[in-house]
């Protein structure tokens, strides 16, 4: 009886203490949690039903609720899937580039002397404090036909020549896009992979090399495997940040030529041309790709965030 | 300078887990105590509560003969050093050892602020570091300067938390006597929480000993070395540690692993009927027959030696035997409880440098079953306590230890007389 | 075994520097050429401008030049919007992030989900119904219009960061002072503060680069040179007349902006580093 009262007691008083303490915990994370909800389940909430609508801010009086038509429209018109495949194009290109440039960055960082490393780090760490749209145009006029030098440097090589206007087709375009987008992003996929091969033990390095693994044995077989999480992890990251890629796009082309991407897609939709309703359903569309892409890369691949976040 | 009294105190964490059970202890005046046990005994969080980092849940404390329970941490002027030495990474060493002086605003002047960080880095040697960070340190270093912390304010009583848990084993002796000394001369009521119970024996007045959050021994570390009150104390106390063999008795005879021997009158008493115990005997109690010739009365065997390792000052030899399966589960546990891993069941044997026994010898031993102790294979206490003993031990040691302060006093007073 | 450098090692290491270095500033010279090209020469076809020339600055800095409102006002906005919303990040994050480092409460784990989950959210997506909102409700072309926004931007890595960062802190110092006789407050102030502190500052800087980097809010949500950021003003520049290019203007002040933040980046790098770093990988 008495031991029983006893453990009602205990019981009672931890989680008092836990109350108080979860009390405390909301208070303060509390106001953080409402404002990114604010800022961010309010409006596609809100962009979920606009898409509903025919509504277009040139004609008010022509709003009408019409279900998935909106879906149906965008999923069946040719633009939208041209727009899809230059965007995973995209992803897929640079995100593979980045890795490979990235992880060269973070090796040559990782081996050379102390002096050195400070130097090159600051060095890479330039394309990161710059504004995306600023490298944008850096490239766009380096390589624009009429103010550009890249044509008269490298008009050597075939197909290059001074009157080659690389924004008047896709290839080239997608290509000068791309290259801003990976010397842009680089540094940051590479500074992870340093954090991550940091974290890989010296000492496993050097017993794989007393078994008599070849450096490149050991960069594949030791290193690489052992910094899985770190790499999953900033592929992961890149590949979200690519996949909503705008900013040189919109600079560089406008998405001309076959180099409209989606988030210029559902911009174009509803900011340029006032159809809230489809630009509203190319968001949500938009959203729930990227939606895909955590859900492929959690389930299928198994990247553990919160694990490689330190959080587990 | 004060006294600390624990009266009962009680841990109980807010999931009902007892972390401590109730222990009494009365430290005195400029004693220097030790709780030591195994990780998980409770002794970091009586020295918390000490403190006053974790509330007491039951149970008194007394510093000074003032009641502490309720008061912060900063109102008991206490000085702590913490495992990690919880410097603070931004301030120098002066700053460090100046920090508890500078909280105090208008208390103490520039100047004697000054001169009393000099006079904690002239004691502990750090006057060519105090313009440095404490990240540009090396572990005995860091480590001095959260001594200098702790000594530069007159604080009631030094609270040590495994303070060389962190350091290599040569400069953990030599930290060791550090600390010694530097309490000697202070004389300031020191409580000092430690598993190793190497430093419970150099370092204290008195050890506790204590284990899943009991006490099991307050004592001498000379009166818990000899008269151990149960097979826990006798377990966790010298290195290598007393070996335990199961003690068959029966017609006047006791039965060990390796012979069957007259049962001496004291051991006869203290079994009384049972018929099984478990013996306690320490390394050091066996001789080598060839070396030394046995005494009357003394037990002699041969024994098969599994390994020896000789160590310059001494030998041991590692002698396997077949356990009883009745104290086999009682011993297991033990081990748990020691944090030990008994990978096979043998007793080793502490014999002198110059013994010529060798790995797979066949060796001629031999013990005084005067230092044979004997324990209850149930509940674990030792048969062959002696309080008598136990107490004129303790009473020396403290005679031993006012001589020395008293010493260190006169030292003190000749030095200052003559500066 | 790596402190003496063989000469054979010695060039190696040299050529990889200069190619790293060439890779990560030839863009960055290349529009601060352009800019000192003047307009007859800006189709020169050259790397380095053939006679050097401040024509394009005067343009957008001087008074009287062609550009000047439109840049200096896009700065103003930049500049105001982005240290606005960083604090604003900043000092919810940190006490978020306080509450998730020493405290343990059921939803720990949700909020940073959920600040995960913000921080890989297609931009693009938030901005349309934020357009209609705004216009409704009287938000659009204003600072605060693009302030709230830039929190969704900002927020999730400050949390991130900052959690990351506090989780470091060896909190028993608080204790430890406490113990040398500190009052909570002063155990807090002079043992915490100053470790929480280049935490905060690092988080502050990468949620500034943030805001200052936005270009998606910057052209949906501005209308006119009232709240229209840098990124966005740039992308709506005008030459002198209307059959000349921009060029030149644009590339100066691109630079304008490049400087500050490059600067900041090379000072504060290791910070940055371990802050971008920490919020993204256990460090």
């Known amino acids: 009886m008495t031991a029983t009262t006893a453990q009602a007691h205990h019981k009672a008083k931890a989680s008092d203490r836990a109350k108080a303490e979860a009390r405390l915990g909301w208070y303060l994370a509390g106001p953080a949690f409402v404002v990114m909800l604010a800022v961010t389940a309010y409006p596609i909430v809100q962009a979920v039903y606009d898409s509903l609508f025919r509504d277009q801010l040139t004609d008010p009086s022509g709003r009408k609720f019409i279900g998935l038509r909106n879906y149906w429209v965008i999923l069946t018109d040719p633009v939208w899937w041209q727009a899809f495949w230059t965007t995973i194009l995209i992803t897929v290109i640079t995100v593979i580039a980045e890795l490979i440039l990235g992880f060269a960055l973070a090796f040559v960082m990782h081996r050379a002397v102390r002096g050195l490393r400070g130097l090159l780090r600051t060095a890479i760490l330039v394309p990161y404090g710059i504004i995306t749209v600023v490298s944008a145009f850096a490239w766009f006029y380096a390589f624009d036909i009429t103010s550009g030098y890249v044509n008269h440097w490298f008009d050597w090589v075939p197909g290059i020549s001074p009157d080659l206007?690389?924004?008047?087709?896709?290839?080239?375009?997608?290509?000068?896009?791309?290259?801003?987008?990976?010397?842009?992003?680089?540094?940051?996929?590479?500074?992870?992979?340093?954090?991550?091969?940091?974290?890989?033990?010296?000492?496993?390095?050097?017993?794989?090399?007393?078994?008599?693994?070849?450096?490149?044995?050991?960069?594949?077989?030791?290193?690489?495997?052992?910094?899985?999480?770190?790499?999953?992890?900033?592929?992961?990251?890149?590949?979200?940040?690519?996949?909503?890629?705008?900013?040189?796009?919109?600079?560089?082309?406008?998405?001309?030529?076959?180099?409209?991407?989606?988030?210029?897609?559902?911009?174009?939709?509803?900011?340029?041309?006032?159809?809230?309703?489809?630009?509203?359903?190319?968001?949500?569309?938009?959203?729930?790709?990227?939606?895909?892409?955590?859900?492929?890369?959690?389930?299928?691949?198994?990247?553990?965030?919160?694990?490689?976040?330190?959080?587990? | 300078m004060?006294?600390?009294?624990?009266?009962?105190?009680?841990?109980?964490?807010?999931?009902?887990?007892?972390?401590?059970?109730?222990?009494?202890?009365?430290?005195?005046?400029?004693?220097?105590?030790?709780?030591?046990?195994?990780?998980?005994?409770?002794?970091?969080?009586?020295?918390?509560?000490?403190?006053?980092?974790?509330?007491?849940?039951?149970?008194?404390?007394?510093?000074?003969?003032?009641?502490?329970?309720?008061?912060?941490?900063?109102?008991?002027?206490?000085?702590?050093?913490?495992?990690?030495?919880?410097?603070?990474?931004?301030?120098?060493?002066?700053?460090?050892?100046?920090?508890?002086?500078?909280?105090?605003?208008?208390?103490?002047?520039?100047?004697?602020?000054?001169?009393?960080?000099?006079?904690?880095?002239?004691?502990?040697?750090?006057?060519?570091?105090?313009?440095?960070?404490?990240?540009?340190?090396?572990?005995?270093?860091?480590?001095?300067?959260?001594?200098?912390?702790?000594?530069?304010?007159?604080?009631?009583?030094?609270?040590?938390?495994?303070?060389?848990?962190?350091?290599?084993?040569?400069?953990?002796?030599?930290?060791?006597?550090?600390?010694?000394?530097?309490?000697?001369?202070?004389?300031?009521?020191?409580?000092?929480?430690?598993?190793?119970?190497?430093?419970?024996?150099?370092?204290?007045?008195?050890?506790?000993?204590?284990?899943?959050?009991?006490?099991?021994?307050?004592?001498?570390?000379?009166?818990?070395?000899?008269?151990?009150?149960?097979?826990?104390?006798?377990?966790?106390?010298?290195?290598?540690?007393?070996?335990?063999?199961?003690?068959?008795?029966?017609?006047?005879?006791?039965?060990?692993?390796?012979?069957?021997?007259?049962?001496?009158?004291?051991?006869?008493?203290?079994?009384?009927?049972?018929?099984?115990v478990i013996v306690g005997i320490r390394p050091e109690a066996f001789e080598d027959a060839k070396l030394t010739q046995p005494r009357d009365g003394s037990f002699q065997f041969e024994a098969n030696v599994d390994v020896t390792e000789w160590l310059g000052s001494e030998l041991y030899a590692y002698v396997p035997f077949q356990t009883h399966e009745a104290v086999e589960a009682k011993l297991a546990e033990l081990e748990r409880q020691l944090d030990s891993e008994a990978l096979r069941t043998q007793f080793v044997v502490n014999l002198d440098s110059a013994s010529r026994v060798r790995d797979g010898d066949t060796a001629a031993l031999w013990f005084d079953p005067a230092k044979m102790l004997v324990f209850d294979p149930e509940t674990t206490e030792n048969l062959t306590y002696d309080e008598a003993e136990a107490t004129r031990l303790d009473e020396e040691n403290e005679a031993d230890r006012k001589a020395s302060i008293e010493r260190a006093r006169a030292r003190a007073a000749k030095e200052g007389a003559a500066a | 075994m790596r402190t003496a450098l063989t000469a054979r090692q010695r060039f190696w290491w040299t050529v990889i520097a200069v190619v790293v270095i060439v890779f990560a500033l030839f863009p960055v010279a290349s529009i601060v050429a352009t800019s000192f090209k003047s307009s007859s020469e800006i189709n020169s076809g050259t790397f380095l401008p053939p006679h050097w020339s401040t024509e394009n600055y005067q343009q957008i800095l001087s008074s009287g030049g062609s550009a000047q409102t439109l840049f200096l006002s896009a700065l103003r906005n930049s500049i105001g919007i982005s240290l606005i919303s960083t604090f604003v990040a900043v000092v919810l994050a940190t006490v978020a992030a306080y509450a998730i480092a020493r405290l343990d409460f059921p939803g720990k784990r949700i909020i940073l989900t959920t600040a995960l989950g913000v921080s890989i959210f297609p931009v693009v997506s938030l901005v349309t119904p934020l357009f209609n909102l705004w216009r409704e409700i009287g938000l659009y072309d204003t600072w605060l219009g693009l302030i709230i926004p830039?929190?969704?931007?900002?927020?999730?890595?400050?949390?991130?960061?900052?959690?990351?960062?506090?989780?470091?802190?060896?909190?028993?110092?608080?204790?430890?002072?406490?113990?040398?006789?500190?009052?909570?407050?002063?155990?807090?102030?002079?043992?915490?503060?100053?470790?929480?502190a280049p935490g905060v500052f690092t988080t502050a800087l990468i949620a500034f680069f943030i805001a200052w980097n936005d270009f998606v809010y910057g052209i949906s949500l501005t209308s006119s040179d009232r709240a229209r950021p840098v990124p966005a003003a740039l992308a709506f520049f005008t030459g002198a007349s209307y059959f000349e290019q921009p060029t030149g203007a644009i590339s100066a002040a691109a630079v304008v902006v490049t400087i500050p933040v490059v600067i900041l980046v090379i000072l504060f790098q290791r910070q940055i580093v371990s802050g971008l770093t920490q919020g993204a990988v256990k460090g």
């Open chain 2, 2 to 276: 004060a006294s600390i009294d624990v009266k009962n105190i009680v841990k109980e964490y807010g999931d009902g887990f007892l972390a401590v059970k109730g222990i009494s202890l009365d430290i005195a005046d400029g004693e220097f105590m030790i709780l030591v046990g195994p990780s998980g005994c409770g002794k970091s969080t009586l020295l918390r509560m000490i403190v006053g980092l974790e509330d007491i849940t039951d149970g008194e404390l007394l510093i000074g003969g003032e009641r502490m329970n309720e008061k912060a941490p900063r109102d008991r002027n206490l000085a702590m050093v913490f495992q990690n030495y919880a410097l603070y990474p931004h301030l120098t060493v002066r700053e460090n050892i100046a920090f508890p002086l500078r909280l105090h605003r208008g208390e103490f002047s520039e100047a004697e602020i000054k001169s009393r960080v000099e006079r904690a880095s002239d004691m502990l040697e750090l006057n060519d570091h105090l313009d440095r960070k404490p990240a540009n340190l090396s572990g005995g270093q860091r480590q001095r300067v959260a001594m200098g912390r702790a000594i530069v304010r007159n604080a009631q009583a030094f609270l040590f938390d495994e303070p060389l848990s962190n350091l290599d084993a040569k400069l953990r002796g030599q930290m060791r006597t550090e600390i010694a000394r530097l309490q000697r001369s202070l004389a300031t009521t020191t409580v000092y929480v430690t598993h190793d119970q190497t430093e419970a024996m150099t370092l204290g007045d008195r050890v506790a000993v204590l284990s899943a959050g009991e006490l099991q021994q307050v004592a001498s570390p000379r009166a818990l070395y000899e008269q151990p009150v149960n097979l826990f104390v006798a377990g966790f106390i010298g290195s290598p540690p007393m070996n335990f063999l199961p003690g068959e008795l029966g017609g006047g005879k006791i039965r060990l692993p390796f012979g069957e021997f007259d049962l001496p009158d004291r051991v006869a008493r203290a079994a009384g009927d049972r018929s099984l």
């Open chain 3, 150 to 196: 830039y929190l969704s931007l900002t927020l999730p890595i400050s949390i991130w960061t900052l959690a990351a960062f506090f989780r470091q802190i060896p909190w028993e110092l608080e204790q430890a002072a406490e113990v040398d006789g500190a009052t909570p407050w002063q155990a807090f102030r002079k043992a915490i503060v100053p470790l929480a």
């Open chain 1, 165 to 312: 206007n690389w924004f008047a087709s896709r290839g080239t375009s997608l290509f000068v896009i791309m290259a801003s987008e990976v010397w842009k992003t680089t540094p940051f996929i590479s500074l992870l992979l340093l954090a991550g091969l940091a974290q890989v033990p010296g000492d496993l390095e050097e017993a794989a090399e007393v078994d008599g693994a070849t450096a490149w044995q050991r960069l594949m077989r030791v290193i690489i495997p052992n910094m899985k999480a770190a790499i999953m992890v900033a592929v992961l990251f890149r590949a979200l940040d690519a996949f909503r890629i705008f900013d040189n796009v919109f600079i560089m082309t406008k998405g001309a030529n076959g180099t409209e991407v989606l988030s210029l897609l559902a911009y174009r939709q509803s900011i340029s041309q006032l159809q809230i309703g489809l630009g509203a359903a190319v968001s949500v569309l938009l959203f729930l790709c990227v939606v895909g892409i955590c859900f492929i890369a959690i389930k299928l691949f198994k990247v553990d965030l919160a694990g490689a976040r330190g959080e587990s």
